[in-house]
C-alpha cells in the first residue's frame, strides 16, 4: 500500500545550521506531496507541496523537489532559525485514496540559538 | 485567506460520555476530513465526506464514531461513549476539488477524557 517514511527525530541544529529531512514514499500512480509543520501547541499548517515529478516546493526558506526517480521529497533549508523549531510531517495524496493524506511518522526539529 | 474552524478548541469530558467536535469546512470546498494526532504520535485519517456520504474511512472509525454534515456549512464527528483512548488531537480538514488536493486544516479540538 502507499505509505510515508521519515528520517527519525529529534533532530537538533544550531542557529544559521543547514537542514535536511529526509522523505521517501511508496504510491500506486503519481501522487501529490506535501511538509505539513506543527508548531509547539498548535495546528497542521502546510508548509510546501509538489504535484508532480520535478516540481519544487518552496516557502519561507524551505524547499523540497519531487523526485520520482529515488521517491523522495527531502525538505531543506539553508540556514535554520530558533522559530522553526517543530515538527515537520511529510505526506502524500492521491487521487485513487479519496484524496486522504498518508502521512510520515514526523520528524521534531529544535533549533538551538 | 479562507480558514477552517473548529470548535471548541479544548474538550474535557468524562469517559462514557458523548462528544461532538464541530467544524466549518472553506464554503466552496467538497470533500471534508476528520485526522487525529495522539499527543506525539502520528496523524492518522479517519474518515472522509463527499457528496453527503463518507466516501471512506479507518479501521479507527468504528460504530462509535460519526459525522454530519446537518446544515450545509457544518462537519461534525460525534463520538457517543468516549474512551479514555479517544484523548486525541482531532483535526479537521476540506479540500477544493478545483486546485489540485488543496487541504486545509482547522487549528484542531484537543480532547481529553477522564
Known amino acids: 500500500g502507499n505509505s510515508v517514511t521519515q528520517m527519525e527525530g529529534p533532530v537538533t541544529l544550531s542557529e544559521e545550521a543547514f537542514l535536511t529531512i529526509n522523505c521517501t514514499y511508496t504510491a500506486t500512480g503519481y501522487p501529490s506531496l506535501f511538509w505539513y509543520v506543527q508548531y509547539p501547541g498548535e495546528g497542521l499548517q502546510l508548509l510546501l507541496k509538489a504535484t508532480k515529478a520535478d516540481d519544487k516546493g518552496s516557502n519561507k526558506g524551505f524547499e523540497a523537489t519531487y523526485r520520482k526517480e529515488t521517491t523522495s521529497f527531502h525538505l531543506e533549508k539553508g540556514s535554520v532559525q530558533v522559530s522553526d523549531s517543530a515538527v515537520y510531517f511529510c505526506?502524500?495524496?492521491?487521487?485513487?485514496?479519496?484524496?486522504?493524506?498518508?502521512w510520515g511518522l514526523g520528524t521534531s526539529l529544535a533549533v538551538n540559538p | 485567506e479562507p480558514e477552517v474552524t473548529q470548535t471548541p478548541s479544548h474538550q474535557v469530558t468524562q469517559m462514557g460520555q458523548e462528544v461532538i467536535l464541530r467544524c466549518v469546512p472553506i464554503s466552496n470546498h467538497l470533500y471534508f476530513y476528520w485526522y487525529r494526532q495522539i499527543l506525539g504520535q502520528k496523524v492518522e485519517f479517519l474518515v472522509s465526506f463527499y457528496n453527503n456520504e463518507i466516501s471512506e474511512k479507518s479501521e479507527i472509525f468504528d460504530d462509535q464514531f460519526s459525522v454530519e454534515r446537518p446544515d450545509g456549512s457544518n462537519f461534525t464527528l460525534k463520538i457517543r461513549s468516549t474512551k479514555l483512548e479517544d484523548s486525541a488531537m482531532y483535526f479537521c480538514a476540506s479540500s477544493d476539488s478545483g486546485r489540485v488536493y488543496g487541504y486545509t486544516f482547522g487549528s484542531g479540538t484537543r480532547l481529553t477524557v477522564v
Open positions: 505526506a502524500q495524496v492521491n487521487a485513487g485514496n479519496n484524496r486522504k493524506l498518508i
